[in-house]
């Protein structure tokens, strides 16, 4: 289990933060971070299931991912004071929170549907038709522009289920309702993948949230680390 996850020296007397990468990422996509917080907190960085340290052996659901986040830290003997998670990590920390609550610190995370778009919905429509048409052998063929996302193309077999499964999990506003620790939500304005939009109706639906743009895309907390470690200390600092 050691390759699948990441812990510094344990002190009892230091808070301890959880950081949960992205889809198809590793824990080493938030290296810079959690290593610029160790000297003041317990870290754990974990590989969650889909990626090249720790494959599929199943079609996982949010509610699998749930699960395997509570039995790797009871294992670990490890409760979070606060998550730090980035996209689909920041989705599943939310809804880990909702049963768990613990502090959150949320980098573009995927956890509001994006509004209706006649733009995706012809392109989607027009995928599935020709998708229809074509054999397996030739699907290649079909122009790329409108075979989905890049990361639903490199997905196969249980990979593939998992995607299409986690992509269209969202919290509904009642899901709101029930988070009671605080929240920070951290945004790149020029991020491809999530929205402004999306971040103003989590802030909507959750007021107290901590709402902090940046400028940079969707991996923007990479050039704010020392901006970022020093919001995390003073969040840990809360609990002395």
Same mark, same amino acid.
């Given at each position: 289990?050691?390759?699948?996850?990441?812990?510094?020296?344990?002190?009892?007397?230091?808070?301890?933060? %959880?950081?949960?990468?992205?889809?198809?990422?590793?824990?080493?996509?938030?290296?810079? %971070?959690? +290593?610029?917080?160790?000297?003041?907190?317990?870290?754990?960085?974990?590989?969650?299931?889909?990626?090249?340290?720790?494959?599929?052996?199943?079609?996982?659901?949010?509610?699998?991912?749930?699960?395997? %986040?509570?039995?790797?830290?009871?294992?670990?003997?490890?409760?979070?004071?606060?998550?730090?998670?980035?996209?689909?990590?920041?989705?599943?920390?939310?809804?880990?929170?909702?049963?768990?609550?613990? +502090?959150?610190?949320? %980098?573009?995370?995927?956890?509001?549907?994006?509004?209706?778009?006649?733009?995706?919905?012809?392109?989607?429509?027009?995928y599935k038709v020709l998708k229809f048409l074509y054999?397996?052998?030739?699907?290649?063929?079909?122009?790329? +522009?409108?075979?989905?996302?890049?990361?639903?193309?490199?997905?196969?077999?249980?990979?593939?289920?998992?995607?299409?499964?986690?992509?269209?999990?969202?919290?509904?506003?009642?899901?709101?309702?029930?988070?009671?620790?605080?929240?920070?939500?951290?945004?790149?304005?020029?991020?491809?993948?999530?929205? =402004?939009?999306?971040?103003?109706?989590?802030?909507?639906? =959750?007021?107290?949230?901590?709402?902090?743009?940046f400028s940079g895309d969707h991996f923007m907390f990479?050039?704010?680390?020392?901006?970022?470690?020093? =919001?995390?200390?003073?969040?840990?600092?809360?609990?002395?």
């Open positions: 289990m050691e390759k699948i996850y990441y812990m510094n020296d344990y002190d009892s007397a230091r808070p301890n933060i %959880l950081f949960l990468h992205g889809y198809d990422n590793t824990k080493e996509a938030l290296a810079p %971070l959690y +290593k610029s917080v160790e000297k003041f907190a317990n870290v754990l960085a974990i590989d969650l299931p889909g990626n090249k340290n720790n494959p599929l052996d199943k079609e996982y659901k949010i509610e699998d991912y749930v699960d395997y %986040l509570e039995n790797t830290l009871a294992n670990l003997k490890f409760m979070p004071y606060l998550i730090v998670g980035h996209s689909f990590g920041g989705k599943l920390a939310t809804y880990y929170s909702l049963k768990h609550q613990t +502090k959150l610190l949320l %980098l573009a995370p995927s956890i509001i549907k994006p509004k209706f778009s006649m733009k995706r919905f012809v392109k989607i429509r027009i054999s397996k052998k030739l699907i290649s063929k079909i122009p790329e +522009k409108y075979r989905g996302s890049v990361d639903y193309q490199n997905a196969q077999g249980f990979k593939r289920k998992t995607f299409l499964n986690i992509v269209h999990s969202y919290f509904q506003k009642s899901d709101f309702k029930k988070l009671k620790e605080d929240v920070y939500l951290l945004y790149g304005l020029d991020d491809k993948a999530i929205t =402004l939009e999306q971040m103003k109706r989590f802030k909507k639906y =959750l007021p107290k949230t901590n709402l902090i743009l990479l050039n704010y680390i020392k901006a970022i470690s020093k =919001l995390i200390y003073c969040i840990c600092e809360e609990k002395r």
